[in-house]
């Protein structure tokens, strides 16, 4: 079972938190209430998402298998798949298990290899998705509903600007090594030379997009 996500319910804004950074060179309350933020959204974005899909009777796992089959009518092998999930062969094992007893996956020998086995979504699955669809992209259109369309854009470059950052800090760690103390760590941070700037918090253009 996947371990949960972990959170604080305080932010840097939180003299609880803030008291902590001072003693850490290389904390910006910026960048912790980045993080904290995001596992915020995470948490409640992907609880609301599983509650919903267990009401139907389906996983998030197994919901994105048929999701992705859908899209290749020739269908998959497992190594394929797992890759495409971001997940190991094991628990892609252990999803295909579960979707072929109940008749949404077939699996048929690989053309050209027959170690291998090509799976596929049956007209059962088809079915299946199609049913759930509609409620789960309602869902997530729910999230940022109150966000302004040019805004979400923004957002959504921001993330993924910083989803490259993060991969690309994974490949420097396997030249330099994780156990590196400045592994993924600007130069001008390991040299100390933060920004004396304070974060601000509170600012209407900062501030500004989010609508309760």
Not at 11 to 18: A, K, N, Q
Not at 38 to 45: F, I, K, N
Not at 163 to 180: I, K, Y
């Amino acid at each position: 079972m996947a371990e949960p996500i972990i959170y604080l319910r305080e932010t840097p804004r939180d003299p609880v938190v803030r008291n902590l950074l001072p003693d850490y060179p290389h904390a910006d309350l910026r960048d912790v209430e980045c993080y904290l933020l995001l596992l915020r959204v995470v948490h409640e974005m992907v609880g609301r998402v599983e509650r919903q899909l267990a009401a139907r009777g389906i996983s998030r796992g197994r919901l994105a298998v048929l999701m992705i089959l859908r899209l290749r009518a020739a269908g998959l092998n497992a190594a394929a798949l797992a890759h495409h999930c971001g997940v190991t062969r094991a628990t892609m094992t252990g999803l295909l298990s579960g979707l072929g007893k109940a008749g949404l996956v077939s699996f048929a020998a690989h053309s050209t290899d027959g170690r291998m086995r090509r799976v596929g979504i049956t007209g059962k699955g088809r079915r299946v998705l199609a049913g759930i669809l509609p409620d789960y992209y309602a869902l997530l259109w729910s999230f940022t509903r109150r966000v302004q369309r040019k805004e979400l854009a923004q957002l959504n470059g921001s993330l993924a600007r910083l989803l490259h950052e993060l991969t690309q800090t994974q490949r420097d760690n396997a030249v330099t090594g994780p156990g590196s103390r400045s592994a993924g760590i600007p130069a001008a941070k390991r040299r100390g030379k933060l920004s004396s700037r304070p974060p601000a918090y509170g600012r209407r253009s900062e501030s500004r997009g989010l609508r309760s």
